[in-house]
């Protein structure tokens, strides 16, 4: 059974700093491209950062490049994403995705709640 379970979101100040991970289950977590996305009420889900299946090549939305980074550990079918100087715009449910578009396979985490506010 594939499962995707998003963890470590929560509520921060303005600039500070979280640190996402999606621990991955019933798939060859080595052979998928993974992507953070987020959302909020009344807003299309946006991309946010995406990693290769080897890691080989990185991209992010503008609006948080500098601030987020994307990794993962294919040993540990984990990928991360690490958030810092965080604004208020950056509160949503952040998902996890995991991509094989040859295949036809999508998977989706069901998300973690980020919100930043003083």
């Known amino acids: 059974q594939v499962q995707l379970v998003e963890s470590g979101g929560g509520l921060v100040q303005p600039g500070g700093s979280l640190r996402l991970s999606c621990a991955a289950s019933?798939?060859?977590?080595?052979?998928?491209?993974m992507s953070w996305y987020r959302q909020t009420p009344g807003k299309e889900r946006e991309l946010v950062a995406a990693i290769t299946s080897a890691g080989g090549r990185i991209n992010y939305a503008d609006s948080v490049k500098g601030r987020f980074t994307i990794s993962r550990d294919n040993a540990k079918n984990t990928v991360y994403l690490q958030m810092i100087s965080l604004k208020p715009e950056d509160t949503a449910v952040y998902y996890c995705?995991?991509?094989?578009?040859?295949?036809?396979?999508?998977?989706w985490g069901k998300g973690t709640l980020v919100t930043v506010s003083s």
């Open positions: 995705n995991a991509r094989r578009p040859l295949y036809g396979m999508d998977y």
């Open positions: 019933g798939f060859t977590f080595s052979s998928y491209a």
